[in-house]
């Protein structure tokens, strides 16, 4: 009874934790959507530039995947988002709150979203690259129509494993200054010992990542034509008519 009550009198949850949720969805939100814009192309160029790709750039494949890609991807994320304050204040005015840190979650998600893309597209069959390449498709016909509809199911998971890494990534920015569940999370909860805070923050936290977690799969799963293809399949021997051999 008494955990009731204090969920309801509590004032951090009752007038700061709506808040708190809606700066952490917009920070995943709109860190997603740039993240989207810019890893799907990066992670198409790291697939096609690559030796033996559509169109193999091994020097410059070389300078983004190894500097541009990897040292991102290897600088710790709390690091690499305090120093790019200057920039987050210089893009969007402000070096605090939910509009300051998508700046550095968007950078810090990138490259990751970009290999994951890498990654899908290398489970393609080059049986039907080349098919497309011999009835004379452009390189960006094939991307167009090959490539991406071929590994959409993998760019769905992969969407959906750096959009839970966002959430993780939004918390930490909490710490800094970026607002949402994590400032929460630290300033009413660690800091002012409030076990209530801290419980109602990490189940919110678990909720949201699950959500998306079911949203991606069952995209993933709609998606994919070889599922559908297979369930068709079965569906159509169930209905048929069963032979019967006279002796």
Excluded: C
Excluded at 58 to 76: F, K, Y
Excluded at 199 to 212: D, M, Y
Aim: glycine fraction near 10%; avoid cysteine.
């Amino acid at each position: 009874m008494n955990l009731f009550e204090d969920l309801f009198s509590n004032p951090a949850i009752t007038k700061a934790l709506p808040e708190a949720i809606g700066e952490t969805l917009l920070m995943v939100g709109i860190s997603g959507v740039f993240t989207v814009l810019i890893g799907l192309p990066l992670g198409i160029f790291l697939y096609t530039s690559a030796p033996g790709g559509l169109r193999p750039l091994p020097v410059t494949n070389r300078i983004v995947s190894d500097i541009v890609v990897n040292i991102t991807r290897s600088i710790p994320f709390a690091i690499l988002m305090i120093s790019l304050i200057p920039l987050a204040r210089i893009i969007t005015g402000t070096s605090i709150g939910a509009l300051a840190a998508t700046v550095s979650l968007t950078i810090g998600t990138v490259p990751f979203f970009a290999r994951l893309v890498e990654t899908a597209l290398r489970d393609i069959s080059s049986g039907k690259i080349d098919a497309a390449l011999v009835m004379g498709s452009t390189r960006m016909q094939i991307v167009r129509k090959v490539l991406v509809p071929e590994a959409l199911p993998g760019l769905v998971a992969a969407l959906t494993t750096t959009m839970v890494t966002l959430v993780g990534y939004s918390a930490m920015a909490g710490l800094t200054g970026g607002g949402g569940l994590g400032q929460l999370a630290y300033n009413y909860g660690y800091q002012r010992f409030n076990t209530t805070v801290m419980i109602v923050t990490i189940v919110l936290i678990v909720i949201l990542v699950q959500a998306i977690q079911w949203i991606g799969d069952a995209v993933a799963r709609r998606v994919d034509h070889r599922t559908a293809a297979t369930a068709g399949s079965k569906k159509s021997r169930r209905h048929e008519p069963a032979t019967v051999v006279g002796v």
